[in-house]
């Protein structure tokens, strides 16, 4: 009996100590501050929800301020034959703006250059290209209807997918008001297991119930994005969602299409605007 208790209080002994190894603080280097570019540019057709160019500083990990916007920079979109200065909103530093008479035409490679008024990290000069896609011009209806056995909102889609590869990103207005607000709320898809057919009422976005309401007048605007825009949407979205940390990989930084160590995505897309009223 004697043995049993002495091996007994050895093994409490040893789980007591593994159990306050575990809880052993770990200060990590993370490089604070190092300070990158952070683009988020968007050139589109039909589509003034997203036509902008928004710059700041990247900011530390555990800060809970605002990113730091970027002002007094050059920013210019050329499409090969002719060039549009982006002005900087007065009333929203680190916006640019562009033109009223930018066309944004698919097919089009738009070439966006930013002259920093002062340097980041000893870089003053970016860039980054990106290729309008076409869209449909079959987007025949939307219908919204309530699904009582889950409970939440599904918006079907009407429509034709041409042939080949197609990538879409789906937003949403409620009233008017955008609420598709973040890059976690916005929804993307290929055109894997639908290419080339008429889409039939298949559900592109869901809503809880409590986002939409009987009356209120729904609007889902339908883009045509490119692979790397797909896939940069894609990684973002999966390092900013919650992880099991017993089973999720590491995180990895986001790809970009920016030069000089920028980070963020410089998108080029066409545009749709469907709207319907929530029965």
């Given at each position: ?65 605002a990113a730091p916007p970027v002002s007094g920079a050059t920013v210019a979109v050329t499409d090969g034959n002719d060039v549009f200065l982006f002005n900087e909103d007065v009333g929203e530093p680190g916006y640019y703006r562009p033109p009223g008479n930018f066309p944004g035409d698919a097919d089009k490679t738009y070439q966006l250059k930013i002259n920093l008024a002062r340097d980041i990290s000893g870089e003053s000069y970016f860039e980054a290209s990106e290729t309008m896609p076409p869209l449909s011009d079959q987007i025949d ?139």
């Open positions: 009996m004697k043995r049993k208790t002495t091996h007994l209080l050895f093994v409490l002994a040893i789980s007591l100590g593994l159990l306050s190894a575990c809880t052993e603080r770990i200060d990590i280097d993370l490089q604070e501050e190092f300070t990158k570019l952070a683009v988020e540019g968007y050139v589109s057709r039909g589509n003034q929800e997203f036509a902008y160019v928004k710059l700041t500083k990247t900011s530390g990990y555990f800060s809970n301020e209806s939307i219908r919204v209807v309530y699904r009582s056995d889950f409970e939440f909102w599904a918006v079907e889609f009407y429509g034709y997918d041409p042939p080949g590869p197609n990538y879409y990103m789906f937003h949403a207005l409620r009233n008017g008001l955008l609420i598709t607000d973040s890059i976690s709320k916005v929804n993307i898809t290929d055109d894997k297991l639908v290419d080339d057919i008429y889409i039939y009422g298949a559900y592109v976005m869901v809503f809880d119930r409590t986002q939409l309401n009987p009356g209120d007048r729904f609007t889902l605007i339908t883009s045509s994005i490119t692979k790397g825009y797909f896939d940069f949407i894609t990684e973002l979205q999966t390092e900013i969602h919650p992880k099991n940390p017993l089973f999720s990989g590491p995180p990895a930084n986001v790809s970009s299409n920016l030069s000089s160590g920028a980070v963020g995505y410089f998108a080029a897309f066409p545009s749709v605007y469907t709207e319907t009223v929530v029965r």
